[in-house]
């Protein structure tokens, strides 16, 4: 249990504790949540939430916060979509999907980066900037599709959005990688270690002499480009795509990286914790499903729990004070 504390994060053991619990709770009271059908259900519409928290959970860490993964998901997905519709929409070819993903990516590496810079260069805050950027993008989008939604993709879409590889889904595997570049990027890379060091202590950080400012819009890069391949996954599930879609998720984003452990003013955060929130996340949101509650009865839920983890935290943070008084 220390060697997984050690490796992972002290979060994770208390998370597939509280997992399991809901597991067996719904397993008993929800009909048909054990079968595969809705397993299956649950895989499949874990990666679109779980790409835009990976968006959100670096800036979080490095102290900043990015309230424009929505928008820029769905403008790169806007930007998809132009380009198979320019190819013959639904006859479009292959080359025009490749064509078109790197152009949704540079559009996502673009938002970011812009953001990055304004944040770094001129010093304003994170969540001012990620809102104007918000606003814009939205405000483009609408007027780009005129409020409306552009459908009709190539059907070789359909096994990225929802096929499978050997019995495990296709979104589920393109997240599963997502995660792994993002643990590998914290844990193994000097950026990742600056970008928690510039949450802990921005100035700090400068005078070590790591390059902050670059370190910042790397960041906020790195964010708009994972914001860009939830676009593309979005866009290939629904075959469909518009710019307000998925707007509930923000907040769930947010919750699921609290709910992770990730410190919310930034310097501390692991990706293994942030995956199990998820995960609890879906299976809350699925459960109450089955058991008939209303969609909106889930996002109250997701809020409780977010409070709920917030009064934990400041709960343990004073035991821990106490410990140390009594020392």
């Known amino acids: 249990m220390e060697r ?70 769905n403008m790169a997905g806007l930007t998809l979509a132009f380009v198979l519709m320019q190819f013959g929409g639904v006859d479009a070819g292959v080359g025009a999907f490749l064509l078109g993903t790197v152009l949704a990516l540079l559009v996502g ?26 606003i814009f993008l939205r405000g483009l989008g609408e007027f780009l599709t005129k409020g409306g939604d552009i459908s009709g993709f190539p059907q070789y879409l359909a096994v990225l959005g929802h096929g499978s590889l050997l019995g495990v889904p296709v979104p589920l595997i393109l997240f599963g990688l997502c995660a792994l570049a993002w643990h590998i990027l914290l844990t193994r890379t000097r950026h990742g270690f600056a970008s928690r060091m510039i949450g802990s202590n921005l100035k700090a950080t400068t005078y ?13 890069t790195l964010s708009g480009v ?51 929130a998820l995960v609890v996340l879906q299976v809350l949101s699925s459960g109450l499903n089955l058991l008939g509650a209303n969609q909106h009865l889930a996002t109250a839920v997701w809020g409780l729990f977010l409070v709920g983890v917030m009064i934990l935290r400041w709960g343990a943070g004073r035991w821990k004070e106490r410990k140390r008084g009594r020392v």
């Open 226 to 276: 994972m914001c860009a391949i939830a676009g593309i996954l979005m866009l290939s599930r629904f075959n469909s795509v518009r710019v307000g879609h998925g707007e509930a998720l923000l907040l769930v984003t947010v919750l699921a990286c609290f709910l992770g452990g990730v410190d919310p003013f930034g310097g501390f955060g692991r990706v293994v914790p942030v995956v199990i």
């Open 208 to 220: 070590s002499g790591v390059h902050t400012k670059r370190t910042l819009v790397l960041i906020y």
């Open 4 to 73: 997984i504390k050690q490796a992972f994060g002290p979060e994770v053991p208390g998370l597939l504790g509280f997992l399991a619990l809901v597991v067996v709770v719904f397993g008993l009271t929800a009909p048909n949540f054990l079968t595969a059908a809705n397993l299956g259900s649950i895989a499949y519409q874990l990666p679109e939430l779980g790409i835009l928290t990976l968006a959100m959970l670096i800036p979080i860490i490095s102290g900043g916060f990015n309230l424009a993964i929505i928008y820029t998901a």
């Open 109 to 134: 590496a673009a938002s970011g980066a812009a953001m990055g810079a304004v944040i770094a260069y001129i010093g304003a805050h994170p969540i001012l900037v990620s809102l104007a950027m918000m």
